[in-house]
């Protein structure tokens, strides 16, 4: 049975950082297309940052480029969102999302809210 677990998530000022984690279990972390995605209120879930395993690379949404970092440690079977220079626009809650043999995993999510 596979299982994310998403941990991180706080209240932080505009201009701070957080790294948000998800702990995954049940599936080969290593050949998993891991990424995350957000919903704020009242607005549908969009994509953060997901891996194309194909190329060796990341896509980030162009509100987050520069911004957000992804990463990903096999060894823990578990995926890392570093969130820099918050804006109010990111307050939503995020969901870690794996991919593997043609099903899609979500976590539970973590909720981040950036306020003053």
């Known amino acids: 049975q596979v299982q994310l677990v998403e941990s991180g998530g706080d209240l932080v000022m505009p201009g701070g950082s957080l790294t948000l984690s998800c702990a995954a279990s049940?599936?080969?972390?290593?050949?998993?297309?891991m990424g995350w995605y957000r919903q704020a209120p009242g607005k549908q879930r969009e994509l953060v940052a997901t891996e194309i395993i194909s190329i060796g690379n990341t896509l980030y949404a162009d509100s987050v480029k520069g911004r957000f970092t992804f990463s990903k440690d096999n060894a823990k079977n578990t995926a890392y969102l570093q969130m820099n220079s918050l804006k109010p626009e990111d307050t939503a809650v995020y969901y870690c999302?794996?991919?593997?043999?043609?099903?899609?995993?979500w976590g539970q999510g973590t909720q981040v809210t950036v306020s003053s």
């Open positions: 049940g599936l080969i972390f290593s050949r998993a297309a």
């Open positions: 999302n794996a991919k593997e043999f043609g099903i899609t995993y």
